[in-house]
C-alpha cells in the first residue's frame, strides 16, 4: 500500500516548456487534490476532482490543467512554463475512514522554471 | 465561507519544553479537525483528528481538544523534542470531505 505517489520528484524547466506531474493513489479514495506550496504562503489549492470524470477549480487555476484519468490517477499539466509557477506541488486524496473524510498527500515534485 | 487562522510563526523552544499552537476555525455545521506535520523536504502527514466537540485527538505526545464553543483546536505538547521541528497545518473538513480549508502554518523549530 504505498499511498499517494507523485513523480518526478524534481524538474527544472525553462519559459515557455510544457511538462505533465502524475499522481497516483492506491487508496479507492474518490476525491483528488492538486495543491502548490510556495515559502511562507501555505498551501494553495490548483484544481480537485471529486470523483472520476469531474474536475473543479481551486484557487490559483490559471496556467494549469488537470485530468483525471481514471479513480486513481490524477495529472496537472503546465503547458507553458513561467518562473512564477516555480513552487513545491503536492498531490493529494480524500476518503472515508470509519465515517471521517481525511486527507492523504503524496511526497511532492520540487519545480524550478529558469 | 470556511476558514481557519493560527498563531504566526516562527516558534523557537527549548528541548523539553511545552508547546501550544493556537487555532482557531469558522465553519457551518460540524467540521472534522486535523493537525497536519510536515517536515522539512516532505509532503504533510495527518498528525491527529476530532470529528465532534470535545473529542480529543492525540498522537505521538501531542494533543488537541475539539472546543465548539470557542471554535478552537489548540495543539499541544508538554515536552518537545529537537525531532519534533516541522511545520504544523491545522485544517478542516465538511461537505462530507471534499473541501479542505488549511491554516497558514507554523514552523517550530525546536532548540537542543
Known amino acids: 500500500n504505498a499511498g499517494v505517489t507523485q513523480t518526478p520528484k524534481f524538474q527544472v524547466l525553462k519559459t515557455g516548456q510544457s511538462m505533465t506531474l502524475q499522481c497516483a493513489q492506491d487508496m479507492n479514495h474518490n476525491s483528488m487534490y492538486w495543491y502548490r506550496q510556495d515559502p511562507g504562503m501555505g498551501l494553495r489549492l490548483i484544481y480537485y476532482?471529486?470523483?472520476?470524470?469531474?474536475?473543479d477549480k481551486g484557487e490559483v487555476p490559471n496556467g494549469y490543467n488537470v485530468s483525471r484519468l481514471n479513480k486513481r490517477e490524477f495529472s496537472l499539466r503546465l503547458e507553458s512554463a513561467a518562473p512564477s509557477q516555480t513552487s513545491v506541488y503536492f498531490c493529494?486524496?480524500?476518503?472515508?475512514?470509519?465515517?471521517?473524510?481525511?486527507?492523504?498527500f503524496g511526497p511532492g515534485t520540487r519545480l524550478t522554471v529558469t | 465561507g470556511n476558514s481557519v487562522t493560527q498563531m504566526e510563526g516562527p516558534v523557537t523552544l527549548s528541548e523539553e519544553a511545552f508547546l501550544t499552537i493556537n487555532c482557531t476555525y469558522t465553519a457551518t455545521g460540524y467540521p472534522s479537525l486535523f493537525w497536519y506535520v510536515q517536515y522539512p523536504g516532505e509532503g504533510l502527514q495527518l498528525l491527529l483528528k476530532a470529528t465532534k466537540a470535545d473529542d480529543k485527538g492525540s498522537n505521538k505526545g501531542f494533543e488537541a481538544t475539539y472546543r465548539k464553543e470557542t471554535t478552537s483546536f489548540h495543539l499541544e505538547k508538554g515536552s518537545v523534542q529537537v525531532s519534533d521541528s516541522a511545520v504544523y497545518f491545522c485544517?478542516?473538513?465538511?461537505?462530507?470531505?471534499?473541501?479542505?480549508?488549511f491554516g497558514p502554518g507554523t514552523r517550530l523549530s525546536v532548540l537542543p
Open positions: 476532482s471529486a470523483s472520476e470524470g469531474t474536475t
Open positions: 485544517a478542516l473538513t465538511s461537505n462530507y470531505g471534499q473541501n479542505f480549508v
Open positions: 493529494a486524496s480524500s476518503g472515508d475512514r470509519k465515517g471521517v473524510y481525511e486527507q492523504y
